[in-house]
């Protein structure tokens, strides 16, 4: 089987950035830098929170990460949308009751704002398609899904139109290998393919805090899949988390840095998207996000 580059999601080793991406298709090619920023990138910047120095049990607390500067970012061969391929697709797969499939709606919705890309939901596959020896029975009895076999087994062989970033999301938990006890998610940058699981996101939580917990995890890893790197200069979607604790405290907002580096190659209108962000959170009561799109609205007027 040819090896994957395999981050793991948020909660345990969560996603680290695959730093030998390797292009086929749709990477950027090297470019000369462009040194100058934009007005927009300069405003939003007061909103910026840094963060916190890490304690024990932080993802930063054990993971000494560097970072990526913009100019690295530019640097660094990453998938951008074209004409050809500029569709976001997200694969269903399992039973679903109706307010999760409420909630992968609602994240079509959030992710085609977000990047500013046309978002589509495949049709739902069954369970099925998992074999027995990718299942197991995990520490508290639940069902888990070996998170790599729907990577190479069912998503690597979808081809779906025009697509630029294949998301599976299901209801089941995930492991990653044997030897660990669970993972939210898996992904494979080269090949633009990632699966996230809804099953610990809705533990002890509400719709409302359930789909915030959602639209970090679906945002985050697919920004990994346009080469974003964990951020570790603001509180950003962006950051590595190792606990649900840790996940809740961060931002639902990319940083201006992210922003700068994701607009880099997408060129979408900033304040559109802020405002189209603004009017999705308002819709769906996620006040923490109001607030957030609120501020850089100001800081832009």
Same mark, same amino acid.
Request: positive net charge; proline residues 3%.
């Given at each position: 089987?040819?090896?994957?580059?395999?981050?793991?999601?948020?909660?345990?080793?969560?996603c680290?950035?695959?730093?030998?991406?390797?292009?086929?298709?749709?990477?950027?090619?090297?470019?000369?830098?462009?040194?100058?920023?934009? /007005?927009?990138?300069?405003?939003?910047k007061?909103?910026?929170?840094?963060?916190?120095?890490?304690?024990?049990?932080?993802?930063?607390?054990?993971r000494?990460?560097?970072?990526?500067?913009?100019?690295?970012? !530019?640097?660094?061969?990453?998938?951008?949308?074209? #004409?050809?391929?500029?569709? !976001?697709?997200l694969?269903?797969?399992? #039973?679903?009751?109706?307010?999760?499939? #409420?909630?992968?709606?609602?994240?079509?919705?959030?992710?085609?704002i977000?990047?500013?890309?046309?978002?589509?939901?495949?049709?739902?596959?069954?369970?099925?398609?998992?074999?027995?020896?990718?299942?197991?029975?995990?520490?508290?009895?639940?069902?888990?899904?070996?998170?790599?076999?729907?990577?190479?087994?069912?998503l690597k062989?979808?081809? /779906?139109?025009?697509?630029?970033?294949?998301?599976?999301?299901?209801?089941?938990?995930?492991?990653?290998?044997?030897?660990?006890?669970?993972?939210f998610?898996?992904?494979?940058?080269?090949?633009?393919?990632?699966?996230?699981?809804?099953?610990?996101?809705?533990?002890?939580a509400?719709?409302?805090?359930?789909?915030?917990?959602?639209?970090?995890?679906?945002?985050?890893?697919i920004?990994?899949?346009?080469?974003?790197?964990?951020?570790i200069?603001?509180?950003?979607?962006m950051?590595?988390?190792?606990?649900?604790?840790?996940?809740?405290?961060?931002?639902?907002?990319?940083?201006?840095?992210?922003?700068?580096?994701?607009?880099s190659?997408?060129?979408?209108?900033n304040?559109?998207?802020?405002?189209?962000?603004?009017?999705?959170? #308002?819709?769906?009561?996620l006040?923490?996000?109001?607030?957030?799109?609120?501020?850089?609205l100001?800081?832009?007027?």
């Amino acid at each position: 089987m040819k090896k994957l580059f395999l981050v793991l999601l948020v909660i345990l080793c969560s996603c680290e950035s695959n730093k030998k991406e390797k292009s086929k298709s749709n990477h950027q090619p090297k470019q000369e830098l462009n040194l100058k920023v934009d /007005p927009y990138f300069v405003a939003i910047k007061t909103n910026d929170i840094k963060l916190a120095e890490p304690v024990f049990g932080d993802w930063l607390y054990s993971r000494k990460e560097k970072g990526q500067t913009f100019e690295q970012f !530019i640097k660094t061969k990453h998938v951008v949308p074209t #004409k050809e391929e500029n569709i !976001i697709y997200l694969q269903p797969i399992g #039973k679903f009751n109706s307010l999760q499939v #409420k909630q992968i709606e609602l994240v079509r919705q959030y992710l085609q704002i977000f990047f500013q890309l046309e978002t589509k939901v495949l049709k739902d596959v069954s369970n099925d398609i998992i074999p027995n020896n990718a299942r197991r029975i995990g520490d508290v009895g639940q069902e888990q899904f070996l998170a790599g076999y729907i990577l190479t087994d069912v998503l690597k062989k979808e081809k /779906p139109d025009k697509g630029v970033a294949l998301m599976a999301i299901t209801e089941k938990d995930l492991y990653p290998k044997p030897e660990w006890n669970y993972v939210f998610g898996l992904a494979s940058y080269r090949d633009k393919i990632a699966v996230s699981s809804m099953y610990r996101m809705q533990k002890e939580a509400d719709f409302n805090l359930s789909l915030d917990r959602l639209l970090k995890i679906c945002s985050h890893e697919i920004g990994h899949m346009f080469g974003l790197h964990h951020c570790i200069e603001a509180n950003c979607v962006m950051n590595g988390t190792n606990s649900m604790v840790e996940t809740d405290r961060h931002s639902l907002r990319l940083c201006s840095l992210c922003q700068r580096k994701l607009n880099s190659g997408f060129k979408y209108d900033n304040v559109k998207r802020l405002k189209e962000l603004e009017k999705y959170f #308002k819709d769906n009561q996620l006040t923490s996000g109001v607030v957030l799109m609120e501020k850089d609205l100001k800081s832009i007027q």
